[in-house]
């Protein structure tokens, strides 16, 4: 192999230019990889412009909380949309409690602009109608009307900051990483056979440890102060943090404490799935989160909800 010399410099400039798109650097990452014969970094920066395919595994830093908003309609009711607690469909939980954004970085990028200009604040993702019929059943029971409610169609809604959030994510990942590179091999790194199989430990170990298994995609900013956190800060048993953690939220005093009162006296199902009251609970306050009553965040969904409940149970 003959010997390239790679600029690491001209990748963080690129990197710490936040008008720049992140293309440039990530493909500069790329052919540094091949140079190196690196396969961890091709593959990374490669999904990252070209986008993540149905059987890729999506980084942390590009999922959300979502919640699941179902068309129904009745013989004597017009069609409307209601949220359904994901946590409550035994079926669907695993697989739709974080809806995940598999695009390229360019067309990441432009919804991060749109975002900005026309102020969208969720996305949504239509789920196969074939699924319906795990969602039918719990719409019956949340929901009870005479005739009963039957379910026409269903979506996943996702918070729209994760468009701003992700490149975000991408330049602090590869600076990291870069700024790794450089303290060890220098900025102006010398490829060859010989410094290869060094060069590659420290890209594998930053990747293993930095990319592939961290990243919180459960942590979601919503406005006016309100911070969404995931149930890893609300430990087994801490009424204090899921009080607090739901007063953040903006869920006002007597609803938490409602709940205080509930996760007491009620404890999970054998299925792990939360017992009656909390679901009655988390349906009251989603209800008065899509009608906007109080302070609530806009991005409080049901799943949320029984995320941070889960948490203070300590179940998966």
Do not use: C
Request: proline share 3%; charged share 25%; no cysteine.
């Amino acid at each position: 192999m003959s010997k390239h010399n790679f600029l690491l410099q001209e990748v963080i400039d690129e990197l710490i230019n936040t008008d720049k798109t992140l293309q440039g650097p990530l493909m500069k990452l790329n052919y540094f990889g091949r140079l190196t014969k690196n396969q961890k970094l091709i593959d990374f920066t490669t999904k990252e412009m070209k986008g993540y395919e149905v059987e890729d595994e999506v980084p942390k830093y590009r999922e959300t909380i979502a919640k699941l908003l179902v068309t129904a309609q009745s013989y004597y009711v017009d069609s409307q949309e209601l949220e359904i607690p994901i946590s409550a469909i035994k079926e669907l939980r695993n697989r739709f409690t974080y809806v995940g954004v598999r695009d390229g970085i360019a067309t990441v990028e432009k919804m991060a602009r749109d975002m900005e200009e026309k102020g969208n604040k969720e996305f949504y993702k239509p789920l196969p109608l074939e699924l319906l019929h795990f969602v039918q059943p719990v719409l019956r029971e949340l929901y009870k009307t005479n005739p009963p409610l039957s379910a026409t169609g269903s979506r996943l809604i996702g918070n729209g900051n994760i468009f701003l959030d992700i490149p975000s994510s991408i330049r602090t990942t590869l600076l990291e990483l870069v700024m790794a590179i450089a303290d060890e091999f220098g900025y102006d790194v010398e490829i060859s056979e010989f410094n290869n199989t060094k060069i590659n430990n420290t890209i594998n170990n930053y990747m293993s440890t930095n990319i592939t298994n961290t990243g919180d995609g459960n942590v979601i900013n919503t406005g006016n102060e309100n911070k969404i956190s995931n149930s890893n800060s609300i430990r087994k048993g801490d009424l204090e943090s899921l009080k607090t953690e739901l007063t953040k939220l903006g869920i006002d005093s007597e609803d938490v404490n409602d709940l205080a009162e509930i996760v007491q006296s009620e404890s999970p199902n054998e299925d792990k799935t939360l017992g009656e009251n909390a679901m009655n609970w988390i349906l009251n306050i989603s209800k008065k989160a899509l009608n906007g009553v109080g302070k609530i965040a806009t991005g409080v969904s049901s799943n949320l909800l029984a995320t941070l409940i889960k948490g203070y149970y300590e179940i998966n």
